[in-house]
């Protein structure tokens, strides 16, 4: 089945599902002890109301049969603790630490308030004469692993692509690496998800996912000069609909899962 946050953004990427499901785990585990504490404080509030001739007891905690009900609480909630951050360590060595063989390469450059994207051309390398610059834009293959370069031109921006669940910071005066893997062929948004300043809520761009003949195609206008921008077409369409808007009829879609929950 879909993850919670799947219901929101679209998992595009390769990684995605497992740093899904962390976020589960982590919503699970503080769910139930925030319904748990809310319980036990609505139980205590109407045990322990006023009442006519009844007077007010003062506990201090001392003994030992009242300690437990600190201790154990306590206990438990270092071993769910426990288990949160050895979810965390696999995400982060899975995602973070470990660089898959590559496929292609790409170099992000971020600047007050815009993308400039560096593609490599037909020989997979970057900084040689084939490769292809856009702004704004970026075209990757679907299914193949993606080596990246982030690079700042001024302050610390941050390369984020919601549905690649991909966030990293970019310095000044510094080359970043990463990788991901698109597995879904679309259209997604690329936000900037650090303070840079005046411009920084409207510093966007779109990453476009494409299949082997349309990134051929793409990358042939491109060069031909007769590409139409997806970020433009993106930007100039609708609004991308809230969750609350969309159709109930849809099955998938979040109002149906969350009809279901009542």
């Given at each position: 089945?879909?993850?919670?946050?799947?219901?929101?953004?679209?998992n595009?990427?390769?990684?995605?599902g497992?740093?899904?499901?962390?976020?589960?785990?982590?919503?699970?585990?503080?769910?139930f002890?925030?319904?748990?504490?809310?319980?036990a404080?609505?139980?205590?509030?109407?045990?322990?109301?006023?009442?006519?001739?009844?007077?007010?007891?003062?506990?201090?905690?001392?003994?030992?049969n009242?300690?437990?009900?600190?201790?154990?609480?306590?206990?438990?909630?270092?071993?769910f603790?426990?288990?949160?951050?050895?979810?965390?360590?696999?995400?982060?060595?899975?995602v973070?630490?470990?660089?898959?063989?590559?496929?292609?390469?790409?170099?992000?450059?971020?600047?007050?308030?815009?993308?400039?994207?560096?593609?490599?051309?037909?020989?997979?390398?970057?900084?040689?004469?084939?490769?292809?610059?856009?702004?704004?834009?970026?075209?990757?293959?679907?299914?193949?692993?993606?080596?990246?370069?982030?690079?700042?031109?001024?302050?610390?921006?941050?390369?984020a692509?919601?549905?690649?669940?991909?966030?990293?910071?970019?310095?000044?005066?510094?080359?970043?690496?990463?990788?991901?893997?698109?597995?879904?062929?679309?259209?997604?948004?690329?936000?900037?998800?650090?303070?840079?300043?005046?411009?920084h809520?409207?510093?966007?761009?779109?990453?476009?996912?494409?299949?082997?003949?349309s990134?051929?195609?793409?990358?042939?206008?491109?060069?031909?000069?007769?590409?139409?921008?997806?970020?433009?077409?993106?930007?100039?369409?609708?609004?991308?609909?809230?969750?609350?808007?969309?159709?109930?009829?849809?099955?998938?879609?979040?109002a149906?899962?969350?009809?279901?929950?009542?």
């Amino acid at each position: 089945g879909r993850n919670m946050i799947e219901y929101f953004v679209e998992n595009a990427s390769s990684y995605g599902g497992e740093i899904d499901w962390l976020f589960d785990l982590i919503t699970y585990m503080v769910g139930f002890w925030f319904l748990l504490t809310f319980g036990a404080m609505v139980y205590l509030l109407l045990k322990f109301r006023y009442r006519e001739g009844v007077p007010a007891k003062y506990i201090t905690g001392e003994r030992h049969n009242e300690k437990r009900w600190i201790h154990w609480p306590h206990n438990i909630i270092i071993v769910f603790d426990v288990v949160l951050i050895a979810g965390a360590i696999w995400v982060w060595v899975l995602v973070k630490q470990t660089m898959p063989p590559k496929d292609d390469a790409i170099r992000v450059i971020a600047q007050q308030w815009s993308w400039s994207f560096i593609h490599s051309g037909p020989d997979g390398k970057l900084d040689t004469e084939d490769d292809i610059k856009t702004v704004n834009d970026l075209h990757v293959e679907v299914n193949k692993v993606y080596h990246f370069e982030l690079q700042s031109r001024d302050v610390i921006h941050n390369f984020a692509v919601p549905a690649f669940r991909l966030r990293q910071d970019m310095i000044p005066g510094r080359s970043i690496a990463g990788w991901f893997e698109p597995t879904l062929p679309g259209t997604y948004d690329i936000q900037c998800a650090e303070m840079c300043g005046h411009g920084h809520g409207i510093m966007s761009a779109a990453v476009t996912v494409h299949t082997p003949e349309s990134y051929q195609q793409t990358m042939a206008a491109i060069r031909d000069g007769t590409y139409e921008s997806d970020y433009l077409r993106r930007l100039n369409g609708p609004p991308t609909p809230i969750p609350g808007t969309v159709k109930a009829s849809d099955p998938d879609s979040y109002a149906t899962l969350l009809a279901k929950s009542f």
